[in-house]
């Protein structure tokens, strides 16, 4: 399924998290906490300001994004999850 996002809202595909530890500990799936950092996978177009003029948003697909603990709507496409999120709730790109 094709999705292509709205406005200012963004597609990103959350980035598994580490089974182990440093130490080599394995995390059982009980105790793991969801990923804060996910893969932009759809851009929307932006939002109009008042002179109807298209605001552009600043990240791009197939960035690595840090987002707030609580940010988007979760959807599965395809028995993947991902989240749709408003372009507000990222709040870094992670540099290559």
């Known amino acids: 399924m094709k999705l292509k996002p709205l406005g200012d809202r ?3 595909k959350r980035l598994e998290v580490e089974e182990r530890t440093i ?15 996910g893969e932009v996978v759809a851009v929307g177009p932006g939002k109009l300001d008042d002179s109807g003029a298209r605001i ?12 707030a603990k609580y940010a988007g709507t979760e959807i599965s496409i ?8 408003r372009e507000d709730d990222i709040l870094a790109v992670v540099a290559a």
């Open 10 to 12: 963004l597609l990103v």
């Open 23 to 37: 130490g080599g500990i394995i995390i059982p799936d009980s105790a793991k906490e969801k990923p804060l950092k």
């Open 56 to 67: 552009a948003i600043g990240v791009k697909e197939g960035e690595i994004v840090l987002f």
């Open 78 to 85: 395809d028995g993947v999850d991902h989240l749709v999120m």
